[in-house]
T-cell receptor, first 113, second 111 residues
Framework: GAVVSQHPSWVICKSGTSVKIECRSL??????MFWYRQFPKQSLMLMAT?????????EQGVEKDKFLINHASLTLSTLTVTSAHPEDSSFYIC?????????FGPGTRLTVL | DAKTTQPPSMDCAEGRAANLPCNHS???????VYWYRQIHSQGPQYIIH???NNETNEMASLIITEDRKSSTLILPHATLRDTAVYYC????????????FGTGTRLTIIP
């Protein structure tokens, strides 16, 4: 139980385009999901907290207009990187809370050319 | 900021017990100790968590000192697949509470 999936697992796009990443809780409902970003050889950094039916809460320094988060159902949250640039290339990981623990998706590798 | 301190790296021989320490001297009374690991290019994997009693599951054991200022994660019989970065995190015991990751310990299992 407590499985979180992400789609796609990797994506390559051109600079200036937008990319959508999906995060799904497969066997439980999640009122709250989290989005992290990880650069090479660094730790995970929380970007935002996604709340079902309400606006996301962004961490300091994260541009909410660039990283659009939608949590329209209890099993799906999406992260859209708008007008992506090479510096947005990173490993994006989502997580969801189940009982007293958070479970993570496998991550999405974004490369912006 | 992360509230834990871990050694940056450790090696362990395959088949031996891997003991990963973590210091959390400022832990609050309602905070639990959680351990996750991240194998290269994958999302973090939950291992175990505890409040003050020692805990064991199919993956590992968690030993928390009586004053709760430090803990040790024990992988009883390390295999090559246990090579990963291990993160010790303290947080309240609530699924929707965010996790703050430190730099973790890079554990390398030596054949």
């Amino acid at each position: 139980g407590a499985v979180v999936s992400q789609h796609p697992s990797w994506v390559i796009c051109k600079s200036g385009t937008s990319v959508k990443i999906e995060c799904r809780s497969l066997d439980f409902q999640a009122t709250t999901m989290f989005w992290y970003r990880q650069f090479p050889k660094q730790s995970l950094m929380l970007m935002a907290t996604s709340n079902e039916g309400s606006k996301a809460t962004y961490e300091q320094g994260v541009e909410k207009d660039k990283f659009l988060i939608n949590h329209a159902s209890l099993t799906l949250s999406t992260l859209t990187v708008t007008s992506a640039h090479p510096e947005d290339s990173s490993f994006y990981i989502c997580s969801a809370g189940y009982t007293d623990t958070q479970y993570f998706g496998p991550g999405t590798r974004l490369t912006v050319l | 900021d992360a509230k834990t301190t871990q050694p940056p790296s450790m090696d362990c021989a395959e088949g031996r017990a891997a003991n990963l320490p973590c210091n959390h001297s400022t832990i609050s009374g309602n905070e639990y100790v959680y351990w996750y690991r991240q194998i290269h290019s994958q999302g973090p994997q939950y291992i175990i968590h505890g409040l003050k009693n020692n805990e064991t599951n199919e993956m590992a054991s968690l030993i928390i000192t009586e004053d709760r200022k430090s803990s040790t994660l024990i992988l009883p019989h390390a295999t090559l697949r246990d090579t990963a970065v291990y993160y010790c995190i303290v947080r309240v015991n609530f699924g929707n509470e965010k996790l703050t990751f430190g730099t973790g310990t890079r554990l390398t299992i030596i054949p």
